[in-house]
């Protein structure tokens, strides 16, 4: 299995608490998509070096008889995706066809601002085979969108989610953000309360963080706009925690909640150390060895210049993520597969480690998995560090 991650680095505007890389113009659009393809070309056989592991029964072989993962998911995130037309992401798509070897029924999601949509869009979206939408919603209230600046109203959110649903959307995400300086525990509620009321089969929900540089941190700065606390962060976190399993979603990574079966594929493949193979400006890839980073200017790439820098994963680096990552999972750190994969002496390791974290109520271990609870989650980074080599 493996994954193709596409960033699309634009956005109308920019959002006041954002410190994601994404350029507010579009004016570098048509240079950007010619050299995003000259990149879906240039590196079609990225997924089948370095030290990938391809299961035999599932892939497909070459008439070289050299076996080919098959792309089992593809996610247009950003930025804002959603500014592309759809002729230009079915462009994007049938050249991926073209030049990769694509599963059955793979998960294809586009990351999507309200501002951005309309039914029509919705709807050929849908038909040119966009399985799952993951929508920036953020808040159904004014307020808070009007704090976050983000583009869109809260009517405008609801709507959307009402279109997506006529389009033939099931699989849909949202963002929420809660920790918010405009809204209480209540309106909180009231945002997981539309939630559920819509039935979307999976939640992707952050505490606002401030971010160096971004326009909300210097009005902070400057005492223009209200500041965050920390116990409205926790207060918001343990809500969640506790209305998602009241409500049977799986609480399956630090932000990320579902419905059985519904989790993002791609993502989690992102946990489970799968290869993906990570194409646009800032893009990253992962081949099962080793880690490669796109150059992060727009204006570089659009001159060719894609690739920046590479490492290469020590069994160390290999372990220490490995643990990193797993922790943030409800799937936590498999001893057994430790063993298995990397050897006895990093699985005895991680044990002697875990010990007094154990003890101390800061991890919990069931069988051959140590995991975090929900409540522990929240230190996940703290516990990882003391597991590190
Ligand atoms: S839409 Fe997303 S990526 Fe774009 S500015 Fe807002 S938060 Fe950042």
Not at 42 to 65: C, S, T
Not at 134 to 162: M, P, T, V
Not at 280 to 294: L, M
Request: proline letters at 4%; a negative charge.
């Amino acid at each position: 299995m493996a994954g193709i991650y596409i960033h699309i680095p634009f956005c109308k505007s920019k959002c006041g608490y954002c410190g994601f890389y994404s350029l507010p113009s579009l004016k570098l659009k048509d240079r950007f998509l010619e050299a995003l393809k000259a990149e879906i070309v240039e590196r079609k056989d990225y997924l089948q070096r370095g030290g990938l592991r391809v299961k035999p029964a599932i892939a497909p072989v070459l008439e070289d008889g050299c076996k080919l993962s098959p792309i089992e998911t593809i996610y247009f995130g950003g930025g804002t995706p959603s500014l592309l037309s759809v002729d230009e992401i079915q462009d994007l798509l049938h050249l991926i066809n073209k030049h990769y070897p694509i599963a059955e029924n793979p998960e294809i999601t586009l990351e999507a601002n309200p501002d951005t949509l309309s039914l029509d869009y919705l709807k050929s979206l849908r038909n040119i085979g966009i399985n799952r939408l993951s929508i920036g919603i953020q808040s159904f209230f004014d307020n808070d969108l009007k704090y976050l600046g983000r583009k869109h109203d809260a009517c405008h959110a609801r709507q959307c989610l009402d279109w997506a649903r006529q389009a033939g959307f099931s699989n849909i995400s949202i963002d929420l953000i809660y920790g918010l300086p405009t809204s209480n525990a209540e309106q909180w509620n009231q945002n997981l309360d539309l939630f559920f009321e819509y039935d979307l089969p999976h939640l992707s929900a952050y505490a606002l963080t401030l971010e160096p540089n971004s326009i909300l941190t210097k009005q902070i700065e400057l005492g223009k706009a209200q500041p965050i606390s920390d116990d409205d962060a926790l207060r918001g976190y343990h809500i969640l925690c506790q209305r998602a399993a009241a409500k049977g979603f799986l609480h399956y990574e630090i932000s990320n909640f579902c419905q059985r079966g519904m989790h993002s594929k791609h993502n989690a493949s992102y946990w489970f150390g799968t290869p993906y193979l990570g194409l646009g400006p800032s893009a990253h890839s992962f081949d099962g060895a080793s880690r490669q980073w796109n150059v992060s200017s727009v204006e570089k790439y659009c001159s060719f210049s894609f690739c920046n820098e590479k490492e290469q994963l020590t069994p160390e680096q290999q372990y220490d993520e490995y643990v990193m990552l797993r922790l943030r999972t409800h799937w936590g750190i498999d001893l057994k597969w430790l063993k298995r994969e990397m050897g006895e002496r990093f699985s005895t390791y991680c044990e002697r480690q875990a010990l007094p974290l154990i003890a101390q109520g800061r991890l919990s271990q069931t069988r051959e998995f140590l995991y975090l609870t929900d409540q522990q989650m929240l230190f996940a980074d703290g516990v990882a560090e003391e597991l590190f080599i």
